[in-house]
């Protein structure tokens, strides 16, 4: 069976394109899916993706994740710096998570620095645009492989 991955995308990450392009370039989240669903079908991946300015929207898709996903790529956006709800809920369901940013969180104002979703993912990729999303993916196969192997007698 195609191990399934979710790709969930916070806060205002719907105006990508448009919204201060100087900081997150000019690539649309509609794009950057259709990108992730393309390479997703050639890495013989089943892949969807979720868009939601609102937290408990997120809670509730990351709670029905549970027993259905194998692998999660979350962009948590502004939630990323404040959002207990969030974390815990990834903690809840134990789905192996990547956190994506599109722009370097150092390397910008200091309340961005802090991650409360990072304790709870298995690492972060952050500051290489769309790319990001794309390196998330082919480590989400490694780790889904690596893992299946682990499970063979
Ligand atoms: C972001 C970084 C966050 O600090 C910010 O609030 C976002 C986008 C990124 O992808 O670089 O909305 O997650």
């Known amino acids: 069976?195609?191990?399934?991955?979710?790709?969930i995308h916070g806060p205002n990450l719907n105006l990508l394109g448009q919204r201060e392009t100087?900081?997150?370039g000019y690539a649309t989240l509609e794009a950057i899916d259709s990108e992730l669903l393309r390479e997703a079908g050639e890495?013989?991946?089943?892949?969807?993706?979720?868009?939601?300015?609102h937290e408990g929207a997120l809670v509730d898709r990351i709670q029905e994740a549970?027993?259905?996903?194998?692998?999660?790529?979350?962009?948590?956006?502004?939630f990323t710096h404040?959002?207990?709800?969030?974390?815990?809920?990834?903690?809840?369901?134990k789905i192996p998570v990547i956190e994506v940013h599109l722009?370097?969180?150092y390397r910008r104002e200091d309340f961005r620095r802090h991650s409360l979703i990072a304790?709870?993912?298995l690492g972060q990729i952050c500051g290489l645009g769309p790319l990001g999303y794309r390196l998330?993916?082919?480590?989400?196969?490694?780790?889904?492989e690596r893992d299946k192997e682990a499970d063979r007698p």
């Open 1 to 7: 069976m195609k191990k399934r991955i979710l790709v």
């Open 22 to 24: 100087d900081v997150y």
């Open 43 to 53: 890495l013989g991946l089943e892949l969807e993706t979720f868009q939601s300015n």
């Open 66 to 78: 549970s027993g259905k996903v194998d692998f999660i790529i979350f962009n948590p956006a502004a």
């Open 82 to 93: 404040y959002s207990v709800s969030l974390r815990d809920a990834l903690q809840a369901v």
């Open 103 to 105: 722009s370097n969180i």
């Open 119 to 121: 304790p709870a993912a």
């Open 136 to 144: 998330a993916l082919r480590a989400a196969r490694e780790y889904l």
